[in-house]
């Protein structure tokens, strides 16, 4: 049996947002295998398990830039260590510059980018400057480029969330299908886009979950499928609730509209990045005892 230390817990916790009790309980049953506890947590608790995944663990800025003829774009995210630093004026104008180089120089990856021209030297040049000056790490971690025969529309919420999206239909239109995007976060287009591990996971969840109803296994079998049919709906863009009619699917607006989605980006500021969290009470028990 494996040993359930209090920093599994705490980090199974933070991925979950379960009561620590649950946390400890669940990392037993699974001898400490972290995401068969999650698993068996989500399979408890439902959604609530979940939660984290939209947690923000990172600082930084989305940049966008769109040409003048608004047939080329490009989405880019910059990281850095504090929230205060993302509202520099100098870094603002920094991850803007970027957006602007991935859009007009189509670098084929950050390495690239970081090797184009800027100011009196590189991307990368301008950034180590650019941290002496400001005494604060910033990396640049990932961009999308768009050019299309049809149009870009965008939407950037705070500088935090970014959305572009290839798009052929009404100006408008577009700003809400970008806004929608932004508030529901889809994780496809449509269900042949969602990654099959992520399908694979929702229906060992459901699975497990149908298996405690005691029913027969052809309704069993039906409920695991309605379950991931459900999932499916929810997190892809065109099945999804239109956010501003929610009595017709983005799919429906966009048919009644005479509008059609491409495709689209969209990037969360520090999404799926670990941020050391900073335990000041610890560090002065520890100073004090002399550890």
């Avoid at 109803?213 to 695991?224: D, N, Q, R, W």
């Amino acid at each position: 049996m494996a040993q359930i230390t209090a920093a599994m817990v705490k980090e199974l916790r933070e991925k979950t947002d379960a009561p620590m009790m649950e946390c400890k309980k669940a990392l037993t049953e699974a001898d400490g295998d972290l995401a068969r506890a999650e698993e068996l947590l989500r399979v408890k608790l439902g959604s609530k398990a979940s939660k984290a995944a939209s947690r923000v663990t990172a600082e930084g800025l989305i940049g966008l830039h769109i040409a003048a003829d608004g047939k080329t774009g490009a989405l880019i995210e910059v990281n850095c260590e504090t929230d205060f630093v993302a509202k520099n004026d100098d870094f603002v104008a920094f991850v803007n510059d970027l957006a602007r180089l991935v859009a007009e120089q189509n670098p084929a990856d950050v390495a690239a980018l970081n090797q184009c021209a800027l100011g009196e030297g590189t991307v990368e040049t301008t950034r180590t400057a650019l941290i002496g000056k400001i005494g604060e790490n910033m990396s640049v971690r990932r961009f999308q480029r768009f050019e299309t025969n049809d149009g870009l529309n965008s939407y950037v919420h705070g500088g935090r969330i970014g959305v572009l999206v290839d798009f052929a239909g009404a100006d408008e239109v577009g700003k809400d299908l970008a806004m929608h995007i932004a508030a529901t976060k889809p994780r496809a287009l449509d269900a042949g886009g969602v990654d099959p591990a992520l399908i694979a996971a929702e229906r060992s969840v459901a699975e497990q979950k149908a298996a405690e109803s005691g029913k027969p296994a052809e309704i069993v079998t039906k409920m695991v499928e309605g379950s991931v049919q459900k999932f499916l709906k929810e997190v892809t863009l065109l099945s999804q609730p239109f956010v501003k009619n929610d009595k017709q699917t983005v799919e429906q607006m966009l048919k009644e509209k005479g509008a059609r989605i491409n495709r689209y980006v969209l990037f969360v500021v520090g999404e799926g990045i670990e941020k050391k969290s900073e335990d000041f009470a610890a560090e002065v028990a520890a100073a004090a005892s002399g550890s």
